[in-house]
């Protein structure tokens, strides 16, 4: 039941947009902080972009003026718009969200930025 959905990922070409979303249920998404964060094979996650209640934003340093995270609090959903995609950009993606004293993960989608 409290669990966090994921959709937009996909196969773009460099230069391209894909706009990401995580919808939540069983919880109010305004109350908490959530980051969008990516993995490649053999590597940590990563934070992206991470957006807290107040709207405030920030984002890594590879991402900044590409991609904006933003949150609809009405339709409880968080959206990363990553724009000007480059290669570097593949990797899986996850939502996440405050959870207690823990995380609430979603499953990950795939990016795929092709040359």
């Known amino acids: 039941q409290v669990q966090l959905v994921q959709s937009g990922g996909g196969l773009v070409q460099p230069g391209g947009s894909l706009r990401l979303s995580c919808a939540a249920s069983g919880i109010i998404f305004a109350n908490y902080p959530v980051g969008w964060y990516r993995q490649t094979p053999g590597n940590q996650r990563a934070l992206v972009a991470r957006?807290?209640?107040?709207?405030?934003?920030n984002y890594a340093d590879s991402v900044k003026g590409r991609f904006t995270i933003s949150r609809d609090n009405a339709k409880n959903v968080v959206y990363l718009q990553m724009n000007s995609l480059k290669p570097e950009d593949t990797a899986v993606y996850y939502c996440k969200s405050a959870y207690g004293f823990a995380e609430l993960w979603g499953p990950g989608t795939q990016v795929t930025v092709s040359s």
């Open positions: 957006i807290v209640s107040s709207g405030t934003t």
